[in-house]
Each structure stands twice: as structure tokens, then as C-alpha cells.
């Protein structure tokens, strides 16, 4: 499956952004989906994870109730309603497919992986 990730941007700090994902070339529904990130000079970071159905999804902690994973299935698409952006959400956003059949935290569990795009919010 082929990954592109769009809708980062610059920010001002409280201010939303909204990043998706396009999958192509395999039947995206068959995935567990992810967002990781990564800071400058920090290892790639999870934020949110979503199953199959979509009905399952798992957030870091530092991103609930500010950050919305959704998919669909039907369109091919993954997206991450991101609310309240704060200077330390500054990092570039991967989006990650997974042939798991459960939800992973874990970067090791992903096997495809978007080519990022930069979220910087301005404090």
C-alpha cells in the first residue's frame, strides 16, 4: 500500500489542523492504521492508532481530547482532526499502515509508512 500524507502547516498555538492520509494499491480496509511524529532530534513518536473497522482507536496520552482519529474505508482515507495545537506538537506527521490484527504503539508494527508532513505551531 502507497502512503501520502498532506494538511500540515504552519500554526499559531490553539489554532486546529486537519492531516490526511491517502492509501492506494491495496485494500486499505485490511490495515490498522497509525500517526506517529517526530521532533527534531527526537525518535519517531506515536500519537494515535485506529483499527480496522475504525470503531477501535488508541491516542497518546498527551494528545487526548485535542486529537481525532478517524477513516474511510469506502474513500481510501485516513484523517487526524488535531485541536488546541501546541508549540511541543511542532514535528513532522507520518501516517503508518499495519498488517497486524491488533492496535500497536510500536513503530516496529507498521509496515508502510507515508512520507510525512510538517506541523509547526507557533507559540
Known amino acids: 500500500v502507497q502512503l501520502q500524507a498532506s494538511g500540515g502547516g504552519l500554526v499559531q498555538a490553539g489554532d486546529s489542523l486537519r492531516l490526511s492520509c491517502a492509501a492506494s494499491g491495496a485494500t486499505f480496509s485490511i490495515y490498522a492504521m497509525g500517526w506517529f511524529r517526530q521532533a527534531p532530534g527526537k525518535e519517531r513518536e506515536f500519537v494515535a492508532s485506529?483499527?480496522?473497522?475504525?470503531?477501535?482507536?488508541n491516542y497518546n496520552d498527551s494528545v487526548k481530547g485535542r486529537f481525532t482519529m478517524s477513516r474511510n474505508n469506502i474513500q481510501n482515507t485516513l484523517d487526524l482532526q488535531m485541536n488546541s495545537l501546541k508549540p511541543e506538537d511542532t514535528a513532522i506527521y507520518f501516517c503508518?499502515?499495519?498488517?497486524?490484527?491488533?492496535?500497536?504503539?510500536?513503530?516496529?508494527?507498521?509496515?508502510?509508512w507515508g512520507q510525512g508532513t510538517q506541523v509547526t505551531v507557533s507559540s
Open positions: 503508518a499502515a499495519s498488517k497486524a490484527p491488533y492496535l500497536s504503539s510500536s513503530t516496529d508494527a507498521y509496515n508502510y
Open positions: 485506529i483499527n480496522r473497522s475504525g470503531v477501535r482507536k
